[in-house]
């Protein structure tokens, strides 16, 4: 069972940044954020696959946030630019235990799951 384990999450003003990580304990392939607001469903935020040669973004967040990997350190990021108040969510990230071909803004795709991480932007 692989441990995902998210960080740098915080409280930003908004039009600030933060990038989160997303360590794993052993390989992942493609690899989702998710994020989910007080009293709000989870929603889909972006994903990447395994060669970082796919990326998708949610329409809410294109142009603003940026997915990037290392797999030598098994460790996905998520740069967040331009943060608006309505950004304030806890983020998880999700990765599938297979090499599958192509990404997905489906939740039950991921198989591993990490704790989450809240991230707050102020106005």
């Known amino acids: 069972q692989v441990q995902l384990v998210e960080s740098g999450g915080g409280l930003v003003q908004a039009g600030g940044s933060l990038r989160l990580s997303c360590a794993a304990s052993g390989r992942t392939f493609r690899t989702g954020w998710f994020r989910q607001a007080p009293g709000k469903e989870r929603e889909f935020v972006g994903a990447?696959?395994?060669?970082?040669?796919?990326?998708y973004y949610a329409d809410s967040v294109e142009g603003r946030f940026t997915i990037s990997r290392d797999n030598a350190k098994n460790t996905v990021y998520l740069q967040m630019n331009s943060l608006k108040p309505e950004d304030t969510a806890v983020y998880y990230c999700a990765a599938d235990s297979r090499l599958r071909v192509g990404i997905t803004a489906s939740a039950s795709a991921y198989d591993y799951w990490g704790q989450g991480t809240q991230v707050t932007v102020s106005s």
């Open positions: 990447i696959n395994w060669s970082s040669s796919r990326l």
